[in-house]
């Protein structure tokens, strides 16, 4: 069985697999510091000395379960800020002065000459199952067809 991927498809595998196998270290990290200071917390506001004052108690209870939730908001503000959106894919263009128009029995199809790519310094990989062997001007190359060419993820209208 042979799988045939085009070039979007391999960069969309190559971004979806670098993205979901595992969680960083830093927000394993991030996630037990938050919860350990909100366990220690919730244990300095429920341990108090019996004989303290009642009215310095309850101020002390105030005062570390203000700092605890200023703590844990923190946290979770920055947490949320360092995950950014990874910038798109950008296609690759085709240049637009390889594009020739070639007669069939069925129109005219326009495509591009390998050859002329590789001379543009076009040095992406194209797909092999779009390719169709000729001669151009005496000279063996390969065709590749424009709507093949963009439905495996390259851009070709610039000519």
């Known amino acids: 069985m042979t799988v045939s991927m085009t ?3 391999t960069a969309y595998v190559r971004q979806s697999l670098t993205h979901s196998v595992k969680k960083p270290a830093r927000r394993r990290f991030m996630t ?3 919860a350990g200071i909100a366990a220690l917390a919730m244990i300095a506001a429920s341990a108090a000395p019996a004989h303290a004052d009642r009215r310095g108690n309850d101020t002390l209870k105030a005062l570390a379960a203000i700092a605890a939730i ?3 908001a ?3 503000k920055d947490n949320k800020r360092r995950h950014e959106a990874p910038a798109p894919l950008q296609s690759p263009r085709v240049p637009g002065v390889c594009a020739i128009e070639i007669g069939s029995g069925r129109g005219a199809v326009t495509g591009f000459a390998e050859r002329c790519l590789r ?3 076009f ?3 194209l797909p092999s199952g779009c390719s169709t062997d ?3 001007f005496g000279r063996s ?3 590749y067809p424009e709507q093949c060419l963009r439905d495996a993820g390259f851009i070709t209208r610039d000519y």
Do not use: T
């Open 7 to 9: 070039l979007a498809e």
């Open 32 to 34: 037990l510091l938050v």
């Open 70 to 72: 200023a703590l844990i």
């Open 74 to 76: 923190k946290a979770v």
């Open 119 to 121: 001379e543009e310094g």
């Open 123 to 125: 040095a992406y990989r």
């Open 134 to 136: 000729i001669r151009i």
């Open 141 to 143: 190359d390969k065709f």
